[in-house]
Structure formats: structure tokens, C-alpha cells
């Protein structure tokens, strides 16, 4: 079972709704149990479901995922 969820600040919400707008790929990194991962993802969308912000992306080899937004560590830009 999760723990319950823990909204992430506001800027870094949009900063994630602009990455799909602009389809601007990020370097991503994010704990998926006790384990960190870092990768480079597109971002395909973020949305809201059963009372928690969701994130799906696919990584480098083309793998789509969807993780909760509080999972992430932390994430930046890659330029183009």
C-alpha cells in the first residue's frame, strides 16, 4: 500500500505541464521503491487520478511509464 499522497509545490507542477506542451525533454529522477532512478524521458502528460497527480513518460529505450508526482526527486531541462 502507498503512502498517502503529498502535492508537490505549484512551480513544479507547471513547470511539468510546460514540458508537455513543449515537448521539451528532462533529465528525470525519481524513487520507484527503495530504489532512485535517474533517466531521460519525454514527458507525455500530467493528470489527476483517485486523489493523487500523476506523470507518464517514456524513457530513452522508448518504455512508457506513469509515476506520482511525489515520487519525484528531482528533474530539469535537456536542451533539444
Known amino acids: ?11 513544479q507542477h507547471e513547470r511539468l505541464e510546460f514540458a508537455v506542451l513543449r515537448r521539451t525533454p528532462l533529465l528525470l529522477t525519481y524513487e520507484a521503491g527503495s530504489e532512485r532512478i535517474t533517466t531521460s524521458v ?5 493528470y489527476t487520478r483517485d486523489g493523487a ?3 507518464s513518460f517514456s524513457d530513452e529505450t522508448g518504455q512508457e ?3 506520482r508526482l511525489d ?5 530539469q531541462e535537456r536542451p533539444l
Do not use: G, H, K, T
Not at 42 to 46: A, G
Open 42 to 46: 519525454q514527458v507525455l502528460d500530467v
Open 53 to 55: 497527480e500523476w506523470l
Open 65 to 67: 511509464a506513469v509515476i
Open 71 to 75: 515520487q519525484i526527486v528531482e528533474f
Open 1 to 11: 500500500m502507498q503512502a498517502p499522497y503529498r502535492p508537490i509545490p505549484c512551480v
